[in-house]
């Protein structure tokens, strides 16, 4: 992957299909500043309940992408340490923790958990 990026964890990518104004600016202030906005494609799952126009719209606008052995690995030691972490959450932490470390999302007391194991996460509120 080329260029920094800012990672949306599934509860990210549910408040800016609603459009939800915090979304809407950290989505618009990283674009204006050529940030990627980035998501691993494990979140599709949660969030995407069926097509719609504004989902083709969000998900355009991301970058997906496919998570690497290693953040599965890291995903996975990171969920024997942290008992009350998701998967989906640990992968999200494992990505974001390889690159500029920060996540945002609509549950900052899970990641938050998690930053116990990926101390370079960046946690914020969407």
Do not use: C
């Amino acid at each position: 992957m080329t260029g920094a990026a800012i990672t949306f964890d599934t509860g990210a990518l549910i408040a800016l299909e609603r459009r939800k104004d915090r979304a809407m600016k950290v989505y618009t202030h990283a674009k204006d500043r050529g940030l990627i906005v980035a998501t691993p494609n494990v979140t599709l799952a949660e969030w995407w309940r069926g097509r719609s126009d504004r989902r083709e719209v969000v998900l355009h606008g991301l970058l997906v992408e496919s998570v690497s052995d290693t953040v599965m690995k890291l995903a996975g030691m990171a969920l024997g340490k942290v008992r009350a972490a998701t998967t989906v959450d640990a992968i999200v932490g494992g990505l974001a923790a390889q690159r500029t470390g920060i996540v945002y999302t609509s549950d900052v007391t899970d990641f938050g958990a998690l930053q116990g194991f990926f101390p370079a996460l960046r946690v914020f509120a969407i």
